[in-house]
T-cell receptor
Framework: GNSVTQMEGPVTLSEEAFLTINCTYT??????LFWYVQYPGEGLQLLLK?????DKGSNKGFEATYRKETTSFHLEKGSVQVSDSAVYFC?????????????FGTGTRLLVSP | GAGVSQSPRYKVAKRGQDVALRCDPI?????LFWYQQALGQGPEFLTY????????KSGLPSDRFFAERPEGSVSTLKIQRTQQEDSAVYLC????????????FGPGTRLTVL
């Protein structure tokens, strides 16, 4: 079936550290890939997306590259801030659903300390 | 502008009660989605509307779950004869275009079944 696997959290970092959150997927066909973020007390927000192999999505200093050969979409940021503390969800959507239905991973909590 | 709103934000129900959860999507958004998020898990797809038509209800866990969007705007998710395993956060999302789009999420309704 179609699924997304994320590294377990929490990920605890000091401010200005380098961040990587791993995400791999299993899918039939060629999915679109997404990272969503949920800040404390807020709803899910789209952080970035990539729709085809080798595309790089980027936003707010975060980046992720669609790697078809390794079925991965790892999230990276060069220097995290305390305000980046949140739960991050990797997700995919599939062409056979019109790219509508999102399949999410279990989420990775990031805690950044000053 | 206003985002996706959901009400109530919190609902406590006794086992066996019926509940109704409301979603007000962003004005003009054609597509509307319901997801269920259990504690510590990622959201799981329940159902999808395009305007008033329910195009996919494959994620509804049982016939106790029913969703409607009669005028293509506000949607209601109804759960009959609630059970403890129904306890979760119910998320609503809407989007503007039909394919490869950004889903805008509401804050969710936390349902607790005692």
């Amino acid at each position: 079936g179609n699924s997304v696997t994320q590294m377990e959290g929490p990920v605890t970092l000091s401010e200005e550290a380098f961040l990587t959150i791993n995400c791999t997927y299993t899918a039939t066909g060629y999915p679109s890939l997404f990272w969503y973020v949920q800040y404390p007390g807020e709803g899910l927000q789209l952080l970035l997306k990539a729709t085809k192999a080798d595309d790089k999505g980027s936003n707010k200093g975060f980046e992720a590259t669609y790697r078809k050969e390794t079925t991965s979409f790892h999230l990276e940021k060069g220097s995290v801030q305390v305000s980046d503390s949140a739960v991050y969800f990797c997700a995919l959507s599939l062409p056979n659903t019109g790219f509508q239905k999102l399949v999410f991973g279990t989420g990775t909590r990031l805690l950044v300390s000053p | 502008g206003a985002g996706v709103s959901q009400s109530p934000r919190y609902k406590v129900a006794k086992r066996g009660q019926d509940v109704a959860l409301r979603c007000d999507p962003i004005s003009g958004h054609v597509s509307l989605f319901w997801y269920q998020q259990a504690l510590g898990q990622g959201p799981e797809f329940l159902t999808y509307f395009q305007n008033e038509a329910q195009l996919d209800k494959s994620g509804l866990p049982s016939d106790r779950f029913f969703a409607e969007r009669p005028e293509g705007s506000v949607s209601t998710l109804k759960i009959q004869r609630t059970q403890q395993e129904d306890s979760a956060v119910y998320l609503c999302a809407s989007s503007l275009v039909e394919t490869i789009n950004e889903q805008f999420f509401g804050p969710g309704t936390r349902l607790t079944v005692l």
